[in-house]
């Protein structure tokens, strides 16, 4: 197996990282870290390690500054899990999932739900004809098989996956069309002249950021470019159901605002701040976002010279680019559910340790717009980073198997009390776990 040095080098090269540079990376720890028997641990650290890698890099494109970078294994875990060690005003997250959402026995397997949001929940008992309690959602799906199920669920609004192993998942027409595509895309979406980087003491200082998105990856990645200094600012819906507790510990660093995008009105206040931004990143299906006007081809008329930063759930290509999906849910389908079941000796799933599939990816994306502005700062051009969980998914699926790794026992509080900090807050004294990627010169906080 390649170490995560080796790892992190692949993927620098793989979109034109200077080889060089990796020379000012350290890397500590060892694996495993969390009882999985995937590479979890190696998956975070380089994740994370990649975006500090160009943070560093475009700190001396702007300052002619060399610095470097240093990723411990365990905190890059840890940071990787933020959600789990939140604390507001002292208090634990509040129970993360909705009564119904879970695991499910169908004929011919299982199936996971996703019901966090009140309209994906009313969608599935809408299929099942059942009223939303576990036992009614439970003797409604033994009347369905796994795959007719997750394709009419999708078809009414829904969030769900049919548990497949990893064999069946690669024999899909979906994970075929994956296999054509990289890790991490960038494309030329348009033509700009080179935008010259402003004044400022840190990697992004005066880079402005407008991040729509939600849940875990894509906020994570707004979080990563305001822990560099850029300005984030998150633009959420009025009326769009959210998960709180997610939005304060992906939320750190950001301004906030609401925009109704349904009206002409909503719309013109997002093209005049786009017109000011560097960065669009969204994570919403692209036909939606295309209907209002703002298709990364249309971002960059409005904005040119504009980064464009798009995630989807199971890829930009293939039957399934506009199927919704959740950490949870893409791990069910492309069979690390089953994996993990398997190694754990169980008749059923095991999830994985971390919602590992949403932290990288948000690292990912991050690191993907980062390559991208300084590409655009050197030759100018409008840019599209494109990532998915299912492309991540596959990306650690191939990073290999940790022997016996279910047998270590998971971090306990007093592991993980080096990374914590507290700051004071709107919401009242913040604990949240600290960047992992430590840079000698430009701090991230």
């Known amino acids: 197996m390649q170490s995560p040095r080796e790892i992190l080098s692949d993927i620098w090269t793989s979109i034109g990282g200077d080889p060089s540079a990796l020379g000012a990376l350290m890397l500590t720890g060892d694996e495993p870290q969390l009882p999985s028997s995937f590479r979890v641990a190696a998956a975070a650290q380089v994740s994370v390690a990649a975006t500090g890698l160009a943070a560093v890099e475009i700190w001396k494109m702007r300052s002619g500054e060399a610095q470097d970078v240093a990723v411990d294994m365990r905190h890059a875990v840890v940071e990787c899990r933020s959600?789990?060690?939140?604390?507001?005003?002292g208090k634990p997250p509040p129970p993360a999932w909705d009564a119904i959402a879970g695991i499910y026995k169908i004929r011919d397997g299982f199936v996971r739900l996703h019901t966090n949001f009140p309209h994906h929940r009313d969608a599935v008992c809408r299929v099942l004809n059942c009223k939303p309690e576990r036992d009614a959602v439970q003797a409604a799906l033994l009347q369905w098989d796994g795959e007719a199920f997750e394709t009419a669920a999708y078809t009414s609004g829904g969030v769900v996956a049919f548990m497949r192993s990893h064999d069946e998942w690669l024999a899909t027409p979906q994970a075929e069309a994956l296999a054509r595509l990289p890790l991490i895309s960038i494309t030329k979406i348009g033509e700009a002249p080179p935008k010259p980087w402003p004044k400022g003491g840190r990697p992004l200082a005066g880079i402005r950021v407008l991040d729509l998105s939600r849940v875990i990856a894509g906020p994570v990645a707004g979080r990563t470019l305001a822990a560099h200094g850029a300005d984030v600012l998150l633009i959420s819906g009025p009326d769009l159901p959210a998960i709180p507790w997610l939005v304060i510990d992906t939320g750190r660093g950001k301004l906030?605002?609401?925009?109704?995008?349904?009206?002409?009105?909503?719309?013109?206040?997002?093209?005049?701040?786009?017109?000011?931004?560097?960065?669009?990143?969204?994570?919403?299906?692209?036909?939606?976002?295309?209907?209002?006007?703002f298709s990364p081809e249309d971002a960059a008329r409005i904005s040119p010279g504009i980064i464009c930063v798009s995630l989807s759930a199971y890829?930009?290509?293939?039957?399934?680019?506009?199927?919704?999906?959740?950490?949870?849910?893409?791990?069910?389908?492309?069979?690390?559910?089953?994996?993990?079941?398997?190694?754990?000796?169980?008749?059923?799933?095991?999830?994985?340790?971390?919602?590992?599939?949403?932290?990288?990816?948000?690292?990912?994306?991050?690191?993907?717009?980062?390559?991208?502005?300084?590409?655009?700062?050197?030759?100018?051009?409008?840019?599209?980073?494109?990532?998915?969980?299912?492309?991540?998914?596959?990306?650690?699926?191939?990073?290999?198997?940790?022997?016996d790794g279910l047998a270590i026992e998971d971090l306990k509080g007093e592991v993980v009390k080096p990374f914590i900090e507290e700051v004071g807050s709107g919401f009242g004294p913040l604990r949240y776990v600290t960047h992992s990627a430590l840079l000698s010169r430009t701090p991230a906080f």
């Open 256 to 293: 906030t605002s609401f925009v109704e995008l349904k009206s002409e009105h909503g719309r013109g206040v997002l093209r005049d701040l786009l017109a000011q931004a560097d960065i669009f990143s969204q994570g919403y299906r692209p036909s939606a976002l295309a209907a209002l006007g």
């Open 83 to 89: 959600e789990r060690y939140l604390r507001v005003d």
């Open 315 to 403: 890829g930009h290509a293939g039957q399934w680019a506009e199927r919704r999906g959740f950490d949870s849910l893409v791990q069910t389908a492309t069979g690390f559910n089953h994996a993990e079941g398997q190694a754990a000796g169980l008749d059923g799933p095991k999830e994985l340790p971390a919602q590992m599939l949403d932290h990288a990816t948000g690292y990912f994306m991050a690191f993907g717009a980062m390559m991208a502005k300084a590409r655009q700062a050197h030759e100018g051009g409008s840019w599209q980073v494109q990532v998915s969980l299912a492309q991540t998914g596959g990306w650690l699926w191939n990073l290999g198997r940790v022997a």
